[in-house]
């Protein structure tokens, strides 16, 4: 049986963060024939906000809730800069149009991941205020079912 060893930085097992680090190599890689410099400051700027994303990804990933949640917001607004750029970048023929169908796939991908993260972080913080800090619900039997944590982590592994 293969156990996945979880990583000592907890962000490093989410699928979200592992596809926003994919998007920035996408944009470096992509982006490598920059000739001038009016379109090299703009890949400059497009590759700081394609890393924006996957860093406050990773640096929400360790505050409480809440705070994560700001984060990961942040983490869109830098996704949507890159949706700017994206658009940009295909106007100056720096990408191609299956490049931009290709980042815009990246983006919606991510899109829909951080939101659901966001989601399942707020639905989290929902059950505690109604369960009460740190407590846990009882099932039938009176033994307790699950806590926010427990449920917080299994919906990590599942983004």
Same mark, same amino acid.
């Given at each position: 049986?293969?156990?996945?060893?979880?990583?000592?930085?907890?962000?490093?097992?989410?699928?979200v963060?592992?596809?926003?680090?994919?998007?920035?190599?996408?944009?470096?890689q992509?982006l490598?024939?920059?000739?001038?410099?009016?379109?090299?400051?703009l890949?400059?700027?497009?590759?700081?906000?394609?890393?924006?994303i996957s860093?406050?990804?990773?640096?929400?990933?360790?505050?409480?809730?809440?705070?994560?949640e700001?984060?990961?917001?942040?983490?869109?607004?830098?996704?949507r800069?890159?949706?700017?750029? %994206?658009t940009?970048?295909?106007?100056l023929?720096?990408?191609t149009?299956?490049?931009?169908? *290709? +980042? &815009? =796939? #990246?983006?919606?991908?991510? %899109?829909?991941?951080i939101?659901?993260?966001?989601?399942s972080?707020?639905r989290?913080?929902? *059950? +505690? &205020? =109604? #369960?009460?800090?740190?407590?846990?619900?009882?099932?039938?039997?009176?033994?307790?079912e699950s806590?926010?944590?427990?449920d917080?982590?299994?919906?990590?592994d599942?983004i």
């Amino acid at each position: 049986m293969d156990e996945k060893v979880p990583s000592f930085f907890r962000f490093e097992d989410l699928r979200v963060y592992t596809k926003a680090v994919d998007y920035s190599k996408w944009v470096v890689q992509t982006l490598h024939n920059a000739d001038t410099d009016g379109k090299m400051s703009l890949c400059r700027s497009f590759f700081n906000s394609a890393m924006d994303i996957s860093i406050n990804i990773a640096e929400g990933s360790s505050r409480s809730k809440s705070q994560f949640e700001h984060y990961l917001k942040i983490a869109k607004t830098a996704l949507r800069e890159c949706v700017i750029f %994206t658009t940009i970048a295909t106007g100056l023929g720096l990408l191609t149009e299956e490049e931009r169908n *290709q +980042s &815009r =796939e #990246y983006l919606m991908e991510l %899109t829909r991941m951080i939101g659901a993260l966001i989601i399942s972080l707020q639905r989290g913080s929902r *059950q +505690s &205020r =109604e #369960y009460g800090a740190g407590s846990s619900q009882l099932a039938d039997d009176g033994e307790p079912e699950s806590n926010d944590v427990a449920d917080f982590d299994n919906d990590l592994d599942e983004i």
